[in-house]
């Protein structure tokens, strides 16, 4: 149980291009979804908490226009990476949960490469 | 503000050899949660254990084992008999109250390498 499905993998794009993650709890109902970005050799940095429903809650120094945020249902959550640029390029990780105080559950990550 | 520290950036051992990850962790919460999670070098986190605050029992599942000591505010782990297969990153996290709530805090990561 717990499963946590995130696509697309992998994606290398061109510099400019808009790219779209999906997230999804296969078992569950997330209440809340979380964004993560990794860089190589560091921990997971949050970029943003969702809730079903509502917007999108940012950590400090996260640009919400460049991160779009959409959590529509209590098994989806989108991030979309506006415009995206070589610096942009990372370990993109979401993960789910049913309730505040109980483990959050991972997709698989994705590595965004941009050109 | 919460923290959590994993001391050990890196930690090399042969098969076979019990190996202790150490993490300690700050909080002004009197309620909050530990967690340890694995990254194998596939990129995805697999969850291994949750602990509350006012759990302080040990734990032991299978070769894993977790000594929780709220006096040193550490949270350890350890693996028995280690395996090629546990080679990976292993991250300790930290869930508290308040305004942080539902967020997890994670240490830095200990990377593991098990030589056969």
């Known amino acids: 149980g717990a499963v946590v499905s995130q696509h697309p993998s992998r994606v290398i794009c061109k510099s400019g291009t808009s790219v779209k993650i999906e997230c999804r709890s296969l078992?569950?109902?997330?209440?809340?979804m979380f964004w993560y970005r990794q860089f190589p050799k560091q921990s997971l940095m949050l970029m943003a908490t969702?809730?079903?429903?509502?917007?999108?809650?940012?950590e400090q120094g996260v640009e919400k226009d460049k991160f779009l945020i959409n959590h529509a249902s209590l098994t989806l959550s989108t991030l979309t990476v506006t415009s995206a640029h070589p610096e942009d390029s990372s370990f993109y990780i979401c993960s789910a949960t049913e309730a505040g105080d109980q483990p959050q559950h991972f997709g698989d990550g994705t590595r965004l490469s941009i050109l | 503000a919460q923290k959590v520290t994993q001391a050990q950036t890196e930690i090399s051992v042969v098969e076979k050899e019990d190996v202790t990850l150490d993490c300690v962790y700050e909080t002004r919460d009197t309620t909050y949660y530990l967690f340890w999670y694995k990254q194998p070098p596939s990129g995805e986190l697999v969850f291994l254990i949750r602990r509350n605050s006012f759990d302080e029992q040990n734990e032991i599942s299978g070769r894993y084992s977790w000594n929780f000591q709220k006096s040193t505010s550490s949270f350890n782990f350890t693996i028995t008999a280690s395996q090629v297969v546990d080679s990976a990153v292993y991250f300790c996290a930290l869930l508290g109250g308040g305004t942080s709530y539902g967020k997890l805090t994670f240490g830095q990561g200990t990377i593991l390498t098990v030589h056969p």
């Open positions: 078992d569950f109902q997330a209440t809340t």
């Open positions: 969702s809730n079903e429903g509502s917007k999108a809650t940012y």
